[in-house]
Protein backbone atom coordinates (compact mmCIF):
# COMPACT_ATOMS: atom_id res chain seq x y z
CA UNK A 1 0.00 0.00 0.00
CA UNK A 2 1.60 3.28 -1.09
CA UNK A 3 1.44 6.02 1.80
CA UNK A 4 1.92 9.83 2.06
CA UNK A 5 2.28 12.17 4.66
CA UNK A 6 -0.70 13.68 5.68
CA UNK A 7 1.52 16.85 7.43
CA UNK A 8 1.96 18.20 3.77
CA UNK A 9 -1.65 18.23 2.98
CA UNK A 10 -2.27 19.73 6.55
CA UNK A 11 -0.21 22.64 5.56
CA UNK A 12 -1.87 23.40 2.54
CA UNK A 13 -3.20 26.48 2.11
CA UNK A 14 -7.29 26.46 1.19
CA UNK A 15 -7.84 29.45 -1.03
CA UNK A 16 -11.52 30.26 0.09
CA UNK A 17 -13.46 33.09 -0.97
CA UNK A 18 -15.91 32.75 1.81
CA UNK A 19 -15.01 35.96 4.30
CA UNK A 20 -15.67 33.62 7.32
CA UNK A 21 -13.36 32.05 9.62
CA UNK A 22 -13.80 28.39 10.37
CA UNK A 23 -16.78 27.94 12.96
CA UNK A 24 -17.85 25.37 15.08
CA UNK A 25 -19.19 22.26 13.25
CA UNK A 26 -21.84 21.81 15.36
CA UNK A 27 -23.49 25.54 15.32
CA UNK A 28 -25.16 24.63 11.91
CA UNK A 29 -27.76 27.40 12.37
CA UNK A 30 -24.67 30.43 12.63
CA UNK A 31 -23.24 29.09 9.33
CA UNK A 32 -26.15 29.62 6.93
CA UNK A 33 -25.44 33.05 5.39
CA UNK A 34 -21.95 31.96 4.73
CA UNK A 35 -21.67 27.92 3.82
CA UNK A 36 -23.95 25.58 1.75
CA UNK A 37 -21.39 22.63 3.03
CA UNK A 38 -22.36 22.05 6.57
CA UNK A 39 -25.78 21.40 5.81
CA UNK A 40 -27.53 18.09 5.15
CA UNK A 41 -30.70 18.92 3.43
CA UNK A 42 -30.51 19.18 -0.27
CA UNK A 43 -33.33 21.92 -0.24
CA UNK A 44 -31.18 23.91 2.45
CA UNK A 45 -27.53 23.71 0.01
CA UNK A 46 -29.72 24.30 -2.90
CA UNK A 47 -30.78 27.54 -1.28
CA UNK A 48 -27.75 28.62 -0.03
CA UNK A 49 -25.93 27.84 -3.15
CA UNK A 50 -28.36 30.19 -5.09
CA UNK A 51 -27.42 32.55 -2.16
CA UNK A 52 -23.41 32.07 -2.55
CA UNK A 53 -24.50 32.57 -6.45
CA UNK A 54 -24.72 36.55 -5.71
CA UNK A 55 -23.25 36.98 -2.91
CA UNK A 56 -19.88 35.87 -4.48
CA UNK A 57 -18.57 34.54 -7.44
CA UNK A 58 -15.74 32.00 -7.74
CA UNK A 59 -14.36 32.48 -11.28
CA UNK A 60 -10.87 32.82 -11.33
CA UNK A 61 -10.79 37.01 -11.94
CA UNK A 62 -12.72 37.13 -8.79
CA UNK A 63 -10.69 34.95 -6.96
CA UNK A 64 -7.84 36.41 -7.84
CA UNK A 65 -9.39 40.19 -6.64
CA UNK A 66 -10.56 38.36 -2.92
CA UNK A 67 -7.96 39.03 -0.39
CA UNK A 68 -6.45 35.61 0.12
CA UNK A 69 -4.59 36.99 3.36
CA UNK A 70 -8.26 37.68 5.13
CA UNK A 71 -9.92 34.66 3.68
CA UNK A 72 -7.27 31.68 3.98
CA UNK A 73 -7.70 28.82 6.29
CA UNK A 74 -5.35 25.59 6.83
CA UNK A 75 -6.38 22.52 7.00
CA UNK A 76 -4.46 22.43 10.29
CA UNK A 77 -6.90 25.48 11.56
CA UNK A 78 -9.97 23.58 10.03
CA UNK A 79 -8.83 19.88 11.42
CA UNK A 80 -12.07 19.59 13.35
CA UNK A 81 -14.23 20.47 10.57
CA UNK A 82 -12.84 18.23 8.59
CA UNK A 83 -12.39 15.14 10.17
CA UNK A 84 -15.56 15.38 11.94
CA UNK A 85 -18.08 12.73 10.64
CA UNK A 86 -20.67 15.12 8.50
CA UNK A 87 -24.00 15.02 9.75
CA UNK A 88 -26.01 12.66 7.18
CA UNK A 89 -28.05 9.88 7.00
CA UNK A 90 -25.41 7.46 6.25
CA UNK A 91 -27.70 4.05 6.32
CA UNK A 92 -29.67 5.75 3.26
CA UNK A 93 -27.23 7.20 0.78
CA UNK A 94 -27.87 6.66 -2.85
CA UNK A 95 -26.02 8.18 -6.18
CA UNK A 96 -27.15 11.14 -5.59
CA UNK A 97 -25.33 14.55 -5.54
CA UNK A 98 -24.25 15.88 -1.79
CA UNK A 99 -22.24 18.97 -2.08
CA UNK A 100 -18.95 18.63 -0.14
CA UNK A 101 -16.59 21.24 1.85
CA UNK A 102 -13.85 21.81 -0.94
CA UNK A 103 -13.24 21.43 -4.54
CA UNK A 104 -10.08 21.78 -6.47
CA UNK A 105 -9.02 24.14 -9.30
CA UNK A 106 -5.93 24.19 -11.50
CA UNK A 107 -5.65 25.58 -15.42
CA UNK A 108 -3.60 25.76 -18.09
CA UNK A 109 -3.83 27.16 -21.45
CA UNK A 110 -3.17 25.49 -24.71
CA UNK A 111 0.39 24.24 -25.46
CA UNK A 112 1.49 25.11 -22.02
CA UNK A 113 1.59 22.78 -18.62
CA UNK A 114 -1.05 22.64 -15.62
CA UNK A 115 0.65 24.79 -12.28
CA UNK A 116 -0.81 26.16 -9.46
CA UNK A 117 -3.75 24.25 -8.35
CA UNK A 118 -5.31 24.84 -5.14
CA UNK A 119 -8.35 23.59 -3.04
CA UNK A 120 -11.34 25.83 -2.97
CA UNK A 121 -14.74 26.12 -1.24
CA UNK A 122 -17.19 23.89 -3.20
CA UNK A 123 -19.20 26.32 -5.22
CA UNK A 124 -20.97 27.38 -8.34
CA UNK A 125 -18.07 28.56 -11.03
CA UNK A 126 -18.06 31.20 -13.96
CA UNK A 127 -17.23 30.38 -17.32
CA UNK A 128 -17.28 32.41 -20.81
CA UNK A 129 -20.16 31.09 -22.75
CA UNK A 130 -18.11 30.96 -25.59
CA UNK A 131 -16.22 28.09 -23.30
CA UNK A 132 -15.11 24.81 -25.36
CA UNK A 133 -16.90 22.79 -23.34
CA UNK A 134 -19.97 24.44 -23.31
CA UNK A 135 -20.20 24.96 -27.47
CA UNK A 136 -18.39 21.99 -28.82
CA UNK A 137 -18.42 19.24 -26.02
CA UNK A 138 -14.72 19.50 -25.24
CA UNK A 139 -14.92 17.75 -21.55
CA UNK A 140 -13.96 14.49 -19.63
CA UNK A 141 -14.60 13.52 -16.73
CA UNK A 142 -12.95 10.18 -14.25
CA UNK A 143 -14.73 8.57 -11.63
CA UNK A 144 -13.15 7.26 -8.52
CA UNK A 145 -13.73 6.65 -5.11
CA UNK A 146 -12.33 7.35 -1.68
CA UNK A 147 -12.99 4.46 1.41
CA UNK A 148 -12.33 4.61 5.19
CA UNK A 149 -10.94 1.05 5.80
CA UNK A 150 -12.00 -0.81 8.90
CA UNK A 151 -8.65 0.34 10.73
CA UNK A 152 -9.15 3.74 10.16
CA UNK A 153 -7.59 4.32 7.35
CA UNK A 154 -8.48 6.35 3.84
CA UNK A 155 -7.51 4.98 0.66
CA UNK A 156 -8.00 5.30 -2.71
CA UNK A 157 -8.69 2.36 -5.30
CA UNK A 158 -6.05 2.92 -8.28
CA UNK A 159 -6.21 6.50 -8.93
CA UNK A 160 -3.32 6.27 -11.31
CA UNK A 161 -5.38 4.74 -13.67
CA UNK A 162 -7.96 7.10 -14.39
CA UNK A 163 -5.09 9.59 -13.88
CA UNK A 164 -3.55 7.97 -17.44
CA UNK A 165 -7.19 7.76 -18.70
CA UNK A 166 -7.69 10.84 -18.31
CA UNK A 167 -4.58 11.72 -20.07
CA UNK A 168 -5.55 9.09 -23.03
CA UNK A 169 -8.82 10.98 -23.20
CA UNK A 170 -7.35 14.32 -23.61
CA UNK A 171 -4.96 13.07 -26.22
CA UNK A 172 -7.83 12.06 -28.30
CA UNK A 173 -10.02 15.20 -27.79
CA UNK A 174 -7.15 17.70 -28.39
CA UNK A 175 -6.79 18.42 -24.58
CA UNK A 176 -4.00 19.39 -22.12
CA UNK A 177 -4.14 17.19 -19.47
CA UNK A 178 -2.48 17.24 -15.80
CA UNK A 179 0.32 14.71 -15.10
CA UNK A 180 -0.28 11.55 -13.43
CA UNK A 181 1.58 12.99 -10.71
CA UNK A 182 -0.35 16.23 -10.31
CA UNK A 183 -3.66 14.12 -10.90
CA UNK A 184 -3.01 11.73 -7.95
CA UNK A 185 -1.63 14.65 -5.76
CA UNK A 186 -5.26 16.73 -6.49
CA UNK A 187 -7.37 13.78 -5.94
CA UNK A 188 -5.66 13.56 -2.33
CA UNK A 189 -5.89 16.62 -1.50
CA UNK A 190 -9.47 17.23 -2.42
CA UNK A 191 -10.59 13.92 -0.75
CA UNK A 192 -8.38 14.61 2.71
CA UNK A 193 -9.77 18.20 2.82
CA UNK A 194 -13.63 16.37 2.67
CA UNK A 195 -12.40 13.69 4.73
CA UNK A 196 -15.39 14.17 6.64
CA UNK A 197 -17.78 13.37 4.14
CA UNK A 198 -16.28 10.07 3.86
CA UNK A 199 -18.67 7.32 4.73
CA UNK A 200 -18.25 5.06 7.80
CA UNK A 201 -16.50 1.64 6.51
CA UNK A 202 -19.34 0.03 4.86
CA UNK A 203 -21.75 2.52 4.10
CA UNK A 204 -20.43 3.54 1.00
CA UNK A 205 -17.50 6.08 -0.54
CA UNK A 206 -16.84 9.46 -1.40
CA UNK A 207 -17.08 9.03 -4.94
CA UNK A 208 -14.40 11.74 -6.16
CA UNK A 209 -15.51 13.49 -9.63
CA UNK A 210 -12.25 14.98 -11.93
CA UNK A 211 -13.20 16.82 -14.66
CA UNK A 212 -11.06 18.36 -17.58
CA UNK A 213 -13.01 21.28 -20.01
CA UNK A 214 -11.86 23.51 -22.50
CA UNK A 215 -12.81 26.26 -20.53
CA UNK A 216 -11.54 29.01 -22.87
CA UNK A 217 -13.53 30.82 -25.35
CA UNK A 218 -13.76 29.73 -28.99
CA UNK A 219 -16.18 30.40 -31.67
CA UNK A 220 -15.07 28.24 -34.70
CA UNK A 221 -14.29 24.53 -34.65
CA UNK A 222 -11.11 24.46 -32.64
CA UNK A 223 -9.46 23.45 -29.44
CA UNK A 224 -10.37 25.74 -26.48
CA UNK A 225 -7.54 28.47 -25.58
CA UNK A 226 -7.37 27.08 -21.94
CA UNK A 227 -8.15 23.92 -20.05
CA UNK A 228 -9.54 23.92 -16.32
CA UNK A 229 -9.33 20.45 -14.01
CA UNK A 230 -11.56 20.36 -11.43
CA UNK A 231 -12.12 17.43 -8.80
CA UNK A 232 -15.43 17.77 -6.76
CA UNK A 233 -16.33 14.94 -4.21
CA UNK A 234 -19.91 13.49 -3.47
CA UNK A 235 -20.39 10.65 -0.32
CA UNK A 236 -22.71 8.12 -2.64
CA UNK A 237 -23.69 4.34 -1.25
CA UNK A 238 -25.15 2.04 -4.33
CA UNK A 239 -25.71 3.25 -7.91
CA UNK A 240 -28.82 1.48 -8.53
CA UNK A 241 -31.92 1.58 -6.41
CA UNK A 242 -32.09 -2.13 -6.21
CA UNK A 243 -28.65 -1.94 -3.91
CA UNK A 244 -26.91 -4.98 -4.83
CA UNK A 245 -30.02 -7.11 -5.66
CA UNK A 246 -30.22 -8.28 -9.57
CA UNK A 247 -31.21 -5.55 -12.02
CA UNK A 248 -33.04 -5.58 -14.93
CA UNK A 249 -31.37 -4.52 -18.27
CA UNK A 250 -33.11 -4.05 -21.80
CA UNK A 251 -31.03 -3.97 -25.09
CA UNK A 252 -31.15 -0.87 -26.93
CA UNK A 253 -31.57 -1.57 -30.73
CA UNK A 254 -32.30 1.97 -32.32
CA UNK A 255 -29.79 3.89 -30.47
CA UNK A 256 -26.39 3.06 -30.50
CA UNK A 257 -23.44 4.87 -27.45
CA UNK A 258 -20.50 4.96 -29.64
CA UNK A 259 -19.06 4.10 -33.21
CA UNK A 260 -16.13 2.63 -34.50
CA UNK A 261 -13.22 5.98 -34.63
CA UNK A 262 -15.95 7.79 -32.36
CA UNK A 263 -15.05 8.60 -28.56
CA UNK A 264 -16.80 5.34 -26.44
CA UNK A 265 -13.24 4.77 -25.69
CA UNK A 266 -12.88 7.51 -23.68
CA UNK A 267 -14.44 9.13 -20.44
CA UNK A 268 -15.70 12.26 -22.85
CA UNK A 269 -18.69 13.98 -21.25
CA UNK A 270 -20.85 13.22 -24.58
CA UNK A 271 -21.18 9.91 -24.57
CA UNK A 272 -23.15 9.83 -21.48
CA UNK A 273 -25.34 12.48 -23.03
CA UNK A 274 -25.79 10.57 -25.83
CA UNK A 275 -27.17 7.48 -23.94
CA UNK A 276 -29.77 10.02 -22.15
CA UNK A 277 -32.77 9.36 -24.38
CA UNK A 278 -32.49 5.59 -24.74
CA UNK A 279 -31.34 5.67 -20.53
CA UNK A 280 -34.60 7.90 -19.34
CA UNK A 281 -37.29 5.93 -21.90
CA UNK A 282 -35.83 2.33 -20.40
CA UNK A 283 -35.91 4.02 -16.89
CA UNK A 284 -39.51 4.99 -17.35
CA UNK A 285 -40.63 1.43 -18.63
CA UNK A 286 -39.22 0.06 -15.20
CA UNK A 287 -35.80 -1.16 -16.49
CA UNK A 288 -32.35 -0.57 -14.03
CA UNK A 289 -30.52 0.42 -16.97
CA UNK A 290 -29.48 -0.17 -21.25
CA UNK A 291 -27.40 -2.97 -22.75
CA UNK A 292 -25.91 -0.67 -26.51
CA UNK A 293 -24.80 -2.99 -29.19
CA UNK A 294 -22.66 -2.11 -31.83
CA UNK A 295 -23.35 -0.09 -34.59
CA UNK A 296 -22.34 -1.85 -37.38
CA UNK A 297 -23.46 -5.79 -36.48
CA UNK A 298 -25.72 -4.80 -34.51
CA UNK A 299 -25.34 -7.87 -32.40
CA UNK A 300 -22.21 -7.62 -30.27
CA UNK A 301 -22.59 -5.99 -26.68
CA UNK A 302 -20.86 -3.17 -25.75
CA UNK A 303 -21.54 -1.81 -22.84
CA UNK A 304 -24.26 -0.68 -20.43
CA UNK A 305 -24.77 3.22 -19.78
CA UNK A 306 -23.11 3.51 -16.54
CA UNK A 307 -20.81 0.25 -16.86
CA UNK A 308 -19.26 -2.90 -18.75
CA UNK A 309 -20.74 -6.07 -19.09
CA UNK A 310 -19.80 -9.49 -18.13
CA UNK A 311 -21.29 -13.16 -19.59
CA UNK A 312 -20.40 -16.57 -17.18
CA UNK A 313 -20.98 -19.73 -19.33
CA UNK A 314 -19.39 -23.14 -17.33
CA UNK A 315 -16.66 -21.54 -15.29
CA UNK A 316 -15.94 -18.99 -17.79
CA UNK A 317 -15.75 -15.46 -17.56
CA UNK A 318 -16.24 -13.70 -20.67
CA UNK A 319 -16.55 -10.05 -21.80
CA UNK A 320 -16.26 -7.77 -25.00
CA UNK A 321 -12.94 -6.61 -25.55
CA UNK A 322 -11.72 -3.27 -25.61
CA UNK A 323 -11.96 -1.84 -29.39
CA UNK A 324 -12.29 1.70 -29.39
CA UNK A 325 -16.01 2.04 -28.83
CA UNK A 326 -15.85 0.32 -25.15
CA UNK A 327 -14.66 2.13 -22.08
CA UNK A 328 -12.12 0.82 -20.29
CA UNK A 329 -13.42 0.69 -17.02
CA UNK A 330 -10.78 0.03 -14.28
CA UNK A 331 -13.45 -2.14 -11.97
CA UNK A 332 -13.73 -4.23 -15.25
CA UNK A 333 -9.63 -4.78 -15.70
CA UNK A 334 -9.27 -4.97 -11.99
CA UNK A 335 -12.32 -7.61 -11.48
CA UNK A 336 -10.16 -9.50 -14.95
CA UNK A 337 -7.44 -9.76 -12.90
CA UNK A 338 -9.23 -10.90 -9.54
CA UNK A 339 -11.41 -13.83 -11.47
CA UNK A 340 -7.97 -14.83 -12.67
CA UNK A 341 -6.00 -15.11 -9.41
CA UNK A 342 -9.67 -16.73 -8.43
CA UNK A 343 -8.88 -19.34 -11.16
CA UNK A 344 -11.33 -18.73 -13.50
CA UNK A 345 -10.74 -18.45 -16.87
CA UNK A 346 -11.49 -14.80 -18.78
CA UNK A 347 -11.91 -13.93 -22.09
CA UNK A 348 -11.75 -10.77 -23.64
CA UNK A 349 -13.96 -10.71 -27.44
CA UNK A 350 -16.73 -10.55 -29.39
CA UNK A 351 -20.14 -11.22 -26.97
CA UNK A 352 -22.78 -11.47 -28.79
CA UNK A 353 -26.74 -11.06 -27.75
CA UNK A 354 -27.27 -14.80 -27.96
CA UNK A 355 -24.15 -15.69 -26.53
CA UNK A 356 -25.49 -13.15 -23.69
CA UNK A 357 -29.07 -14.44 -23.51
CA UNK A 358 -27.71 -18.34 -22.80
CA UNK A 359 -25.05 -17.54 -19.82
CA UNK A 360 -25.59 -18.91 -17.08
CA UNK A 361 -25.28 -15.46 -14.96
CA UNK A 362 -24.60 -12.10 -15.80
CA UNK A 363 -23.45 -9.38 -14.31
CA UNK A 364 -21.80 -5.15 -14.89
CA UNK A 365 -19.21 -3.65 -13.43
CA UNK A 366 -17.71 -0.10 -12.61
CA UNK A 367 -16.53 2.24 -10.28
CA UNK A 368 -20.08 3.63 -9.54
CA UNK A 369 -21.95 0.06 -9.64
CA UNK A 370 -18.44 -1.87 -8.28
CA UNK A 371 -20.20 -5.66 -9.32
CA UNK A 372 -24.25 -5.38 -10.55
CA UNK A 373 -25.89 -9.07 -10.70
CA UNK A 374 -28.46 -8.74 -13.69
CA UNK A 375 -31.60 -11.00 -12.83
CA UNK A 376 -32.85 -9.91 -16.60
CA UNK A 377 -32.53 -9.05 -20.01
CA UNK A 378 -35.11 -8.39 -22.00
CA UNK A 379 -34.74 -7.90 -26.22
CA UNK A 380 -37.24 -7.03 -28.92
CA UNK A 381 -39.63 -7.62 -26.02
CA UNK A 382 -38.52 -11.09 -24.83
CA UNK A 383 -37.33 -11.51 -21.15
CA UNK A 384 -34.49 -13.61 -20.14
CA UNK A 385 -34.65 -14.16 -16.41
CA UNK A 386 -30.62 -15.16 -15.08
CA UNK A 387 -30.34 -17.02 -11.29
CA UNK A 388 -34.30 -16.76 -10.32
CA UNK A 389 -33.65 -13.38 -8.72
CA UNK A 390 -30.54 -14.00 -6.53
CA UNK A 391 -26.72 -12.94 -6.79
CA UNK A 392 -25.22 -14.97 -9.13
CA UNK A 393 -22.54 -17.13 -7.35
CA UNK A 394 -19.66 -15.39 -9.64
CA UNK A 395 -20.91 -11.79 -9.31
CA UNK A 396 -21.37 -12.76 -5.33
CA UNK A 397 -17.64 -13.89 -5.48
CA UNK A 398 -16.01 -11.24 -7.37
CA UNK A 399 -17.96 -8.58 -5.19
CA UNK A 400 -16.95 -9.51 -2.16
CA UNK A 401 -13.62 -9.73 -2.79
CA UNK A 402 -13.23 -6.75 -4.76
CA UNK A 403 -14.83 -5.06 -1.74
CA UNK A 404 -13.46 -6.64 0.87
CA UNK A 405 -9.93 -5.31 -0.52
CA UNK A 406 -11.45 -1.59 -1.35
CA UNK A 407 -12.32 -1.63 2.76
CA UNK A 408 -9.17 -3.36 3.65
CA UNK A 409 -10.55 -6.19 4.92
CA UNK A 410 -8.24 -8.33 2.42
CA UNK A 411 -4.65 -7.80 1.82
CA UNK A 412 -4.01 -5.79 -1.18
CA UNK A 413 -1.80 -8.11 -3.11
CA UNK A 414 -2.06 -6.31 -6.18
CA UNK A 415 -0.93 -2.90 -4.43
CA UNK A 416 -3.72 -0.89 -5.56
CA UNK A 417 -4.85 1.08 -2.86
CA UNK A 418 -3.44 4.29 -2.17
CA UNK A 419 -3.26 4.80 1.69
CA UNK A 420 -3.99 8.81 2.50
CA UNK A 421 -4.05 8.22 6.42
C1 LIG B 1 -18.37 5.67 -12.90
O1 LIG B 1 -18.68 4.50 -12.69
O2 LIG B 1 -17.56 6.26 -12.19
C2 LIG B 1 -18.93 6.41 -14.01
O3 LIG B 1 -18.30 7.29 -14.49
C3 LIG B 1 -20.28 6.12 -14.50
C4 LIG B 1 -21.18 7.28 -14.28
C5 LIG B 1 -22.30 7.23 -15.24
C6 LIG B 1 -21.69 7.34 -12.88
Redesign the pocket.
Known sequence: MESIGATALRQTTFLSPLPSPPLPSNDVSSLSHFSPFLFSSRKHSAALSLKLQKQLRIGDNNVRATNWAKCSATLSDTSSETSTLADIDWDNLG?GFLPTDYMYVMKCARGESFSGGELRRYGNIEMSPAAGILNYGQGL?E??KAYRTQDGNIVLFRPNENALRMRTGAERMCMAAPTVEQFLEAVKETVLANERWIPPTGKGSL?VRPLLMGSGSVLGIAPAPEYTFLIYASPVGN?FKEGLAPINLVIETDFHRASPGGTGGV?TIGN?AAVLKAHTAAKAKGYSDVLYLDCVHKKYLEEV???NVFVVKDNVITTPAIKGTILPGITRKSIIDIARSLGFEVVEQLVSVDELLSADEVFCT????VVSPVGSITHMDKRTSFGDGKVGRVAQQLYTELTRLQMGIAEDKMDWLVKLK
Not at 366 to 369: R, S
Open positions: FFGLYYKYSSCGTAV
